[in-house]
């Protein structure tokens, strides 16, 4: 490969970027490039050192040379691709590499796909957090709503955490463009919000409102098995999952089983028909109305003796404005949920992600193949 012959062609600086015209010196490095038949491959790949007006003497850029590894461009594409459907340990496997090296060639092909792609909008933010272990403790994830993709990581789950994702990540300008910001009640994440983009909108993730629900049936259940003993304990036991499961989602014969339980318990079926009917919640488009059903459904718990849902009824008044707001921006529920599923799918396939940034734009590849690939579907 020989760049030696083009006459008088302009080459450009590697420092600016800039043009430099005046060739110093001829040099030639040794990369492996892809694989020919069953042979490893190295080539020779020839290029110059230029004179850069601003710089100095510089090396020129080189398309297959992206950095300074021995791997041409060819190769690391080759290498980050196979890395999109298996984890660095087979990949290396496959191409008789380190896994450290096969990390590393990935991660610069995912900085360069980063480079070259236009960053969409931020009109929806998602914020969650997801749990690492003891050690690292908690990760914040923010994310972008509307392409599935999250934007940026940061250690720990405090304002100050996220604070620092508005400060760094956001210009003014793209700070006012967000309308809405779907998150967990957790107060320092709607503090930050409301601080940083005051005029959007707060939504709390029905996935989270609804776990505390589910919780709420939970405590419902234990207190049964302890108040009553005998049968009911035996009825009891065991049900734990049934009870946590949407009606819709089991069979006849669980419904059978949940159902005798319900004939005995009454007030495990209050607690199950509480959590049931909390969904429709959004399932309203009007502010007046979707608030009508809240304030049924709380009316419903006077008499009931069921203190864990008293708590939960306490709380969803107390975020009230964040729950009916999803009547003004109906966000995408779930998108959130996805990307925390993506990013612990790629926690447990490979260890190497001590790297958020690596971790990162990993995330943001899936998101974005996912698109890409919708896209193909709807174009056939
Ligand atoms: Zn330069």
Known sequence: MGAAQAGEKQYICSGCGGKAPKVEEVREREVRDLPWRK?????????????????????????????????????????????????????ARQYILAASTVRAI??????????????????ELGVDEIYLGKTQKFLTVASNLETGEPLWFGPNRKE????????????A?????????CVDMWEPFTASILHWAPQCRIVFDKFHVMQHAAKAVDEVRRAEFFRKGGRMRGLVKGKRWLLLSRWVNLDSRKRQLLNELFR????????YLLKESLDRLWTYRYEGAALRYLNQWIDQLRWQRLTPFKKLAEMLLRHQEGLLNYCHVPVRFGVVEAVNGNIK??????????????????AQRMAALKTEFLVLRKAA
């Open 106 to 123: 990935d991660l610069r092909y995912l900085e360069r796909w980063a480079k070259g792609r236009r960053k969409p909008a931020l009109r």
């Open 345 to 362: 799918t790629l926690l447990r396939r490979g260890r190497g992600y001590k790297n958020l940034r690596y971790l990162l734009l990993k």
């Open 173 to 181: 300008f793209q700070r006012k463009q967000i309308r809405a910001a």
């Open 264 to 271: 005995l318990n009454r007030r495990m079926l209050k607690a």
């Open 39 to 91: 042979y490893q491959t190295v080539v020779v790949v020839e290029f110059y050192r230029v004179r850069c007006p601003t710089c100095g003497l510089k090396v020129e850029v080189v398309a297959q040379l992206p950095s300074k590894a021995p791997f041409s461009k060819d190769f690391e594409d080759a290498v980050g691709l196979a890395c999109e459907s298996a984890a660095a340990r087979q990949v």
């Open 160 to 171: 100050e955490t996220l604070d620092e994702f508005f400060r760094t990540q956001l210009s």
